[in-house]
Every structure is written in structure tokens, then in C-alpha cells.
């Protein structure tokens, strides 16, 4: 069973614009949760992550996320998006013996 | 940048030959993950490490063997390469509780011919 779920796969935004990218996690991993993005033709680099403490996460960029304990949620937010966030952005979570745990990937495109 | 290297960074194989992909290290991470990434599918687990010959099967570990034999390295196997094995591999590090973040290697795009 998926223990992290991306409920968006492409996010359409306007530059400017406020975006939330949605990602939900199930009990099959603790509360260390992390965003991540992908650059075209890059490797991974960690946005932001939740450990313990504030449920609010200021990461680069200027993006953070809220942890939801009793939504199950961790939804990603910038309130002005430019065109070079553009990028395959993934929530991910630590299980048991640390494995750690991607949804499937939301693809946000910042139009002019 | 954390001292984490993939090699190769590109290979092409034939049907059924073996095909072993090595991740190196050099931050001492405790852990260590290897995926596979695919349009539409994300970063799936294919086997993962949580210390010197302990590791555990991932969501998509079928046709894929791991070994870890020292902290640095972790190799990844396909048996006997398919062409549902074409795919951009990641290896990933994570030096647990006192620092949770992971990660990543560049990746290795592997195709199978």
C-alpha cells in the first residue's frame, strides 16, 4: 500500500499566483516528511522537511508546508510562484528501519 | 554537495545479461536506497540498506538483487536485464535521526536493449 499519496499529478499555474501542491501520508510512515524537487534533467534537492516541533516549514525558495496531523497531510505551498519553479516536485516519508517513502510526483508548470 | 557517487552514469545492455550499478559514499550514512524513476510512476524503492549486509526489499525489488558489504558502498544487480529495467536509477543516502535528510546521487540511465 502507498504510504505517501500525491492527489495531484500536474499543477497549472499562472506566474504570480499563489499554488498548493497537495500530498497526504498514511500511518505506514512516522512524521518525518520531506519535499523534494526536480529540475529538469537534475537530481533531487530537499525543499523543506518535518521532524518534530511547528507545524509550519519554511524551506528555499520561499515555499513551506504545514504538517496536519489529524488530516494525514503535508500539502506544499509558495503564494507567488515564477517561471523558474517549474519542476517535478515529490513528498516523501520515513518508515520503519528509515526507509524512505516518495509519492508519485506533481508536475508544476508556471505560465507566463 | 554530499560525497555521493553513481557509476556508471550511462549504460546500454543487451536482454539478459547482468548489469550491477554501484553507489559510493563517503559521508559515513548509515543508510542507503536505491530507486528507479519512471514518467508517471515517481521515485519507486526498489531495495534499501539500513546498515552493513542488513537490507530489506523496496515495491519493486523483483529482478533486482543489493549487496552491502562495507558503509561507502552499495551495489545494485539486475540478474538478467529485461527492457522494463530501461530507467533513470537513483541512490540515495541518509545519516538517520541526527540528520534526517537525504541525499542523491546524480543517477544512472540504463537502458536495455
Known amino acids: 500500500a502507498q504510504s505517501v499519496t500525491q492527489l495531484d499529478s500536474q499543477v497549472p499555474v499562472f506566474e504570480e499566483a499563489p499554488v498548493e501542491l497537495r500530498c497526504n501520508y498514511s500511518?505506514?510512515?512516522?512524521?518525518?516528511l520531506f519535499w523534494y524537487v526536480q529540475y529538469p534533467n537534475q537530481g533531487l534537492q530537499l525543499l523543506l522537511k518535518?521532524?518534530?516541533?511547528?507545524?509550519l516549514v519554511k524551506g528555499i525558495n520561499g515555499f513551506e508546508a504545514e504538517f496536519n496531523k489529524s488530516q494525514t497531510s503535508f500539502h506544499l505551498r509558495k503564494p507567488s510562484v515564477h517561471i523558474s519553479d517549474t519542476a517535478e516536485y515529490f513528498c516523501a516519508g520515513i518508515g520503519s528501519n528509515y526507509k524512505l517513502t516518495f509519492g508519485k510526483g506533481t508536475l508544476l508548470t508556471v505560465n507566463p | 554537495d554530499a560525497g555521493i557517487t553513481q557509476s556508471p552514469r550511462h549504460k546500454v545492455t543487451e536482454t539478459g545479461t547482468p548489469v550491477t550499478l554501484r553507489c559510493h559514499q563517503t559521508?559515513?550514512?548509515?543508510?542507503m536506497y536505491w530507486y528507479r524513476q519512471d514518467p508517471g510512476h515517481g521515485l519507486r524503492l526498489i531495495h534499501y540498506?539500513?546498515?552493513?549486509?542488513?537490507?530489506d526489499k523496496g515495491e519493486v525489488s523483483d529482478g533486482y538483487s543489493v549487496s552491502r558489504s562495507k558503509t561507502e558502498d552499495f551495489l545494485l544487480t539486475l540478474e538478467s536485464a529485461t527492457s522494463s529495467q530501461t530507467s533513470v536509477y537513483f541512490c540515495?543516502?541518509?545519516?538517520?535521526?541526527?540528520?534526517?535528510?537525504?541525499?542523491f546521487g546524480q543517477g544512472t540511465r540504463l537502458t536495455v536493449v
Open positions: 518535518y521532524l518534530s516541533g511547528s507545524t
Open positions: 500511518s505506514s510512515v512516522s512524521v518525518y
Open positions: 559521508e559515513n550514512h548509515r543508510y
Open positions: 540498506s539500513y546498515g552493513v549486509k542488513d537490507t
Open positions: 540515495a543516502i541518509n545519516g538517520g535521526p541526527r540528520n534526517t535528510e537525504a541525499f
